[in-house]
C-alpha cells in the first residue's frame, strides 16, 4: 500500500528540481521548488554544498533572517554562532523568495533555516563579498581619511574608489 501510494504522489504531483535559478524568477514566482544552483540579486551565485559564513545578528541577540530548524519547529539563533561555517544542504524557491537549510554551526543541536538568503546577505547576517550601500560608504570614507592623512596615493584612493561605487546606491 506504501509503495502504491509513493508512486501515486509522485505522479499525480510533481517534483521540480531547477539546476539554475535567479533572483528575479524566485521573486516573480516564475520558479518554484528544489534549486541546485542561485544567483542572487547582486549577481553572487550560490549551489548545494557551498558554505556559508555567519555575520552578526541584525537584531541584538538573535538572527533575523536565519533559525535553528528542529524539522517540526524552528528556534532563534543566538549571536554565538557568529563566524561559523555551514552548508548549504538544500535551497526551496517559495512564497516569492528563496529559503536555505543549512548544516548544524559548530557547537549548536539543529541545522539553520535561512527565510530568504538575500535578506541574509543584504543585512549582513550571512558573510559574502557583497556590500550594503551604508557599508560600501563607510569603506569610502576610511579611504578617503587615509588620502587626507597621505597615508596612501590619489590613484589608491580612486581605484578603490570605482570598486566601492557599484555598491553605493
Do not use: C
Amino acid at each position: 500500500m506504501k509503495k502504491l501510494l509513493s508512486l501515486l504522489l509522485f505522479t499525480v504531483i510533481p517534483i521540480s528540481i531547477f539546476s539554475q535559478v535567479t533572483y528575479d524568477q524566485v521573486v516573480n514566482k516564475k520558479k518554484k521548488g528544489n534549486i541546485k544552483s542561485y544567483i542572487t540579486n547582486n549577481g553572487e551565485h550560490f549551489e548545494i554544498g557551498d558554505t556559508l559564513t555567519l555575520g552578526n545578528p541584525v537584531s541584538g541577540d538573535e538572527y533575523s533572517a536565519i533559525r535553528q530548524d528542529a524539522k517540526i519547529a524552528q528556534y532563534p539563533l543566538s549571536q554565538n554562532a557568529n563566524n561559523t561555517k555551514v552548508a548549504i544542504k538544500r535551497m526551496n524557491a517559495q512564497f516569492g523568495r528563496l529559503v536555505v537549510f543549512t548544516t548544524k554551526p559548530t557547537g549548536f543541536g539543529f541545522g539553520l533555516y535561512i527565510i530568504s538568503l538575500d535578506r541574509a546577505i543584504e543585512n549582513g547576517e550571512i558573510v559574502t563579498s557583497y556590500m550594503s550601500s551604508d557599508q560600501a560608504l563607510e569603506e569610502l570614507k576610511k579611504w578617503k581619511d587615509k588620502l587626507e592623512l597621505d597615508l596612501i596615493s590619489k590613484e589608491e584612493y580612486e581605484a578603490k574608489k570605482k570598486e566601492l561605487s557599484e555598491f553605493i546606491k
